[in-house]
């Protein structure tokens, strides 16, 4: 697809996977994007509302997938080709907040990035590195899985790295260490990793907690980013129906731990400000969030919030009574 891509205009290839979209609405993606926006906007919309937002949710994943084959032909800002990477520029429009980001990394201390699946998260990353900032985002790695693959050979392309979500918090931190960006996308549920449930949508939700973790042991606030569509209204000349090409990149003020508060209660709080940070984001243009993502899928007493390496532990374990069995 890849390889196709680049040689149908992008307005046809998106018209093209815009038809997929609409087809993969009504699928169980369909059905989870529907359920989900019940759960969390049941009260305060209509069906005929909700309707609307799930379409929107897969016109706006079809335009994503047709961005993502582009970012995947695209280069890094000092590769010998970069002129192939410069459509990125024109795409994302910076406002003055970037200046918050700025002010973090003169620090020298790296900088902890924190956005959710909404809008255009690759693109972020992409536009990011083609202002001149470095750094790598944490993502699922699955050696076997080529659409896993496929995704870290893309932002390899537009020079980001990425690292896996079981790597070493030292890998982390070594990132930071040099100066560089880390970033976290901690809006949705994942099992494996530690997590506390806290409030979504007015809703208890399995919420990751590295990214208070990784606060914690580097000393250092968390910077919410998104790169969105902006929402339409009168001033902004922006068609509801058609929304601009361009995508606006925002940086909101710093989350910090509360220091009068001990380790447990510190980090629920920093994951609380920051689950509802997000929760407005959605609010504000709920057509761009990954709604299809079973986000309230484990509810409070199903999971057992192990550490990740005493989860490796127990494994490791398991491998030896194994063994000793066989033997």
């Known amino acids: 697809m890849t390889r196709i891509a680049?040689?149908?205009?992008?307005?046809?290839?998106?018209?093209?996977?815009?038809?997929?979209?609409?087809?993969?609405?009504?699928?169980?993606?369909?059905?989870?994007?529907?359920?989900?926006?019940a759960l969390a906007l049941g009260n305060?919309?209509?069906?005929?509302?909700?309707?609307?937002?799930?379409?929107?949710?897969?016109?706006?994943?079809?335009?994503?997938?047709?961005?993502?084959?582009?970012?995947?032909?695209?280069?890094?800002?000092?590769?010998?080709?970069?002129?192939?990477?410069?459509?990125?520029?024109?795409a994302v429009r910076f406002d003055g907040s970037i200046g918050i980001l700025e002010r973090e990394l003169a620090r020298g201390r790296g900088a902890i990035?924190?956005?959710?699946?909404?809008?255009?998260?690759?693109?972020?990353a992409a536009a990011l590195r083609r202002r001149g900032f470095r750094g790598d985002v944490v993502g699922l790695e699955r050696p076997r899985d080529s659409s896993s693959n496929w995704l870290v050979a893309m932002r390899r392309?537009?020079?980001v790295g990425t690292i896996?979500?079981?790597?070493?918090?030292?890998?982390?931190?070594?990132?930071?260490?040099?100066?560089?960006?880390?970033g976290l996308l901690p809006d949705l549920e994942v099992r494996r990793?530690?997590?506390?449930?806290?409030?979504?949508?007015?809703?208890?939700?399995?919420?990751?907690t590295a990214?208070?973790?990784?606060?914690?042991?580097?000393?250092?606030?968390?910077?919410?980013?998104?790169?969105?569509?902006?929402?339409?209204?009168?001033?902004?000349?922006?068609?509801?129906?058609?929304?601009?090409?361009?995508?606006v990149l925002r940086v909101e003020e710093p989350l910090v731990l509360d220091p009068s508060l001990d380790r447990r209660a510190a980090t629920r709080d920093i994951t609380e400000r920051m689950n509802a940070l997000f929760e407005a984001w959605i609010r504000e243009t709920p057509e761009q969030w990954a709604w299809h993502q079973p986000r309230w899928r484990t509810a409070p007493g199903e999971y057992e919030?192990?550490?990740?390496?005493?989860?490796?532990?127990?494994?490791r374990a398991r491998r030896a009574a194994d063994g000793s069995a066989s033997g």
């Not at 990035?113 to 972020?124: Q, R």
């Not at 979500?165 to 880390?182: D, N």
């Not at 990793?193 to 990751?208: K, N, S």
């Not at 192990?306 to 494994?315: D, I, N, S, T, Y």
């Open 193 to 208: 990793l530690d997590g506390e449930f806290v409030p979504f949508f007015g809703r208890p939700a399995l919420t990751m």
């Open 113 to 124: 990035v924190v956005t959710a699946h909404i809008g255009n998260w690759e693109l972020l």
């Open 305 to 315: 919030a192990v550490p990740l390496v005493e989860r490796k532990r127990r494994a």
């Open 157 to 159: 392309a537009y020079g």
């Open 211 to 247: 990214p208070a973790a990784i606060a914690r042991a580097h000393r250092a606030p968390l910077i919410p980013i998104r790169c969105s569509i902006a929402p339409s209204s009168p001033d902004s000349g922006v068609d509801a129906a058609e929304p601009g090409s361009d995508y």
């Open 44 to 90: 305060e919309t209509t069906e005929a509302e909700r309707e609307r937002i799930a379409s929107g949710v897969f016109q706006h994943s079809a335009r994503l997938v047709s961005e993502w084959l582009r970012l995947a032909r695209s280069t890094a800002p000092d590769a010998p080709d970069a002129q192939r990477g410069a459509w990125i520029e024109r």
């Open 6 to 37: 680049g040689f149908v205009p992008q307005p046809a290839l998106r018209g093209v996977l815009g038809l997929a979209g609409a087809a993969a609405a009504r699928t169980r993606f369909g059905r989870m994007t529907r359920a989900n926006l």
């Open 164 to 182: 896996s979500q079981s790597a070493s918090p030292r890998t982390l931190l070594r990132v930071l260490q040099a100066g560089r960006i880390l």
